[in-house]
């Protein structure tokens, strides 16, 4: 996609504080190259190897490595940044890391100038901790025994808590469900249970899988993710002979594609046990992130289910337009300008300043701080979504004459009176519709917002619009969808997204989500779909926050694919283990007996 009006903000540095508009603007220049970020956005949170020596001293902070013991005798290797000259013990914040230590180099020192001991911690059996490494299932205990050690040190004051985003975020829930004792936590862009990481509504986050053999920590090397081949290995069926495609053993993530359900594999993976939970926590997350929904989940379940009413009260939530932990001002096709960037270290300093040094302890806080695009300006609201939101459905129609050559049909907040016909689609594994679309079969695995435009002329995918608007629309929440649908296989999939449809024809996707059918009922007990039965399907398509000026129109696409973000459903039922693939006719009904809708959080 080209387009001739663009202007490309350069990011800073520095932290910036809401306020101010700015337009977003369409970005096509100055971007990673497009076959591999994902890849490469994955990796900057990886570290290199540490060093051997024991002691480093740079500035005012110096550095001791240790091997902290385990409870069973195993060493992990153990950095502890702090001020050079201070004998009194601190508070002390940790991070544990699968990636390596030497990457948080520079965070860990300016969390140690802050007045903090830092303490980061290799994974067991990676970069020079002893033990075998076991990904998240490994890290409950470790990070239990971690908080216990630390809290034993003549440094520590008694206050500890953790830091970090991704890996390091989801090691602060299972750190946090072993009841060790926790002062406050900061986890960014984590889950609380891994599966909700790797699957949604029933289907594979395929895009991950690139991650997972380039990442260094399933065992395929970092070269794997890099490969100019992924377009074509994520083709690949059945979906279980990837690595052999790739020419690398991966057992674990080869095992997590094997798991299509919730079972007892994800068991060791699952935090959610938040009534055994008593600390104030920050939650940071962007709403193109793959794992918002789970950070939402652990926001929401803090919120009702901690064990004190003081940590219930306390929960912050601060919700961006990026996408996997990177306080940008840019995702995918769309900048957002410098209001949008966010300096996540920042913001968890502050938040530990606060419950561990009591400074502006007694000035009250945001619970919530959200981003509205379209505006481009953070708002604040005591929780999430707002207070001041109420549920508007908005209804599919049938082409109307007054709308654009190619459109499904209208959105109207009316259902449609009487019987109408249903709206078909086909959906062929052979020619998925691509998450980025004008960049076709090159399949950009980037979460970002992509412009829709190509995808809404594919006859495979149902636009419905609204008209121009004649005052602007503000939303904030989660979006849901119900739509009524059959079709003539055992399996389909259901993608409902919501849009911003620009006067000048670009479509900015707010919000996406997806069904399995099989799915629609128990992601843990799947059951086939009878052919030509009309099935009420509940589709959650996700949290945003935005404002629609006048002129633009609110668009939504129904499409049966969205790749290489989701695998492909082979429509047969019979997951990934067979390469047979059946072509999908979908119907959608939009009559008042079956009337499929979208409902959005509306701002008063």
Request: glycine share 8%; hydrophobic share 35%.
């Amino acid at each position: 996609m080209q387009r001739s009006d663009t202007r490309v903000g350069t990011p800073t540095d520095s932290h910036q504080q809401p306020g101010g508009e700015e337009i977003p603007q369409i970005c096509t220049a100055n971007r990673p190259h497009c076959r591999q970020l994902m890849f490469w956005s994955w990796a900057l949170l990886c570290g290199a190897l540490v060093t051997t020596h024991t002691a480093i001293s740079q500035d005012n902070i110096s550095v001791d490595i240790e091997a902290m013991p385990t409870r069973d005798g195993t060493r992990l290797r153990t950095r502890i940044y702090r001020q050079r000259g201070i004998t009194t013990p601190l508070p002390v914040l940790l991070l544990k890391t699968a990636y390596g230590t030497a990457g948080f180099e520079q965070q860990a020192r300016r969390i140690a100038a802050r007045g903090y001991v830092a303490v980061t911690q290799d994974s067991s059996g990676r970069n020079g901790s002893e033990g075998e490494f076991n990904l998240y299932w490994g890290e409950a205990a470790d990070g239990f025994d971690a908080v216990t050690w630390i809290r034993e040190q003549p440094w520590c004051n008694g206050r500890v808590g953790m830091w970090g985003a991704s890996y390091m975020g989801s090691s602060q829930w299972l750190t946090a469900s072993t009841r060790v004792q926790l002062d406050a936590l900061a986890p960014t862009a984590a889950v609380p249970y891994f599966y909700s990481n790797i699957y949604r509504g029933g289907a594979y986050i395929l895009a991950l899988g690139r991650a997972g053999f380039g990442a260094n920590v399933y065992g395929p090397p970092t070269s794997a993710g890099a490969s100019h081949r992924w377009p074509q290995w994520y083709l690949t069926l059945p979906l279980m002979s990837l690595d052999r495609v790739v020419g690398h053993p991966a057992p674990l993530q080869m095992s997590m594609i094997k798991h299509i359900t919730p079972d007892g594999f994800w068991k060791g993976t699952d935090a959610r046990n938040f009534s055994d939970m008593d600390f104030p926590a920050q939650h940071i997350v962007g709403c193109y992130d793959f794992m918002c929904a789970g950070a939402l989940r652990a926001y929401h379940g803090m919120r009702t289910q901690a064990a004190s009413q003081h940590a219930r009260d306390n929960q912050q939530l601060i919700l961006g337009p990026w996408d996997h932990a990177t306080g940008s001002d840019r995702a995918g096709d769309v900048v957002f300008g410098k209001e949008a960037q966010l300096d996540i270290v920042s913001e968890n300093l502050i938040w530990y300043d606060r419950w561990f040094k009591g400074k502006q302890k007694s000035v009250p806080y945001p619970r919530v701080r959200y981003f509205m695009m379209g505006i481009n300006k953070w708002r604040e609201s005591s929780a999430w979504p707002p207070a001041s939101t109420y549920p508007v459905p908005f209804y599919l129609h049938a082409h109307e004459t007054d709308q654009r050559p190619g459109e499904a049909g209208s959105l109207r907040k009316t259902p449609q009176h009487g019987p109408n016909s249903p709206t078909q689609l086909v959906s062929d594994p052979a020619n998925p519709v691509p998450s980025a679309p004008f960049h076709g079969a090159a399949y950009l695995d980037g979460f970002g917002p992509y412009d829709q435009q190509a995808a809404a002329a594919r006859p495979d995918v149902l636009a419905y619009t609204t008209q121009p608007l004649a005052e602007p629309l503000a939303l904030a929440g989660n979006l849901q969808a119900v739509v009524y649908a059959s079709a003539n296989t055992p399996d389909f999939d259901l993608v409902a997204m919501v849009l911003d449809i620009h006067p000048d024809g670009f479509r900015h996707p707010l919000a996406t989500g997806i069904l399995r059918a099989t799915a629609r009922e128990s992601t843990l007990h799947r059951s086939p779909v009878e052919p030509g039965k009309v099935y009420r399907l509940s589709i959650d398509i996700g949290d945003c926050a935005a404002t629609l000026p006048s002129g633009h129109r609110l668009g939504v696409h129904i499409q049966g694919s969205y790749f290489p973000i989701y695998d492909r459903n082979t429509n047969t039922g019979k997951g990934p283990f067979h390469a047979d693939v059946l072509t999908a006719k979908v119907s959608i009904y939009h009559d008042a007996n079956r009337p499929s809708h979208v409902t959005l959080p509306l701002l008063r």
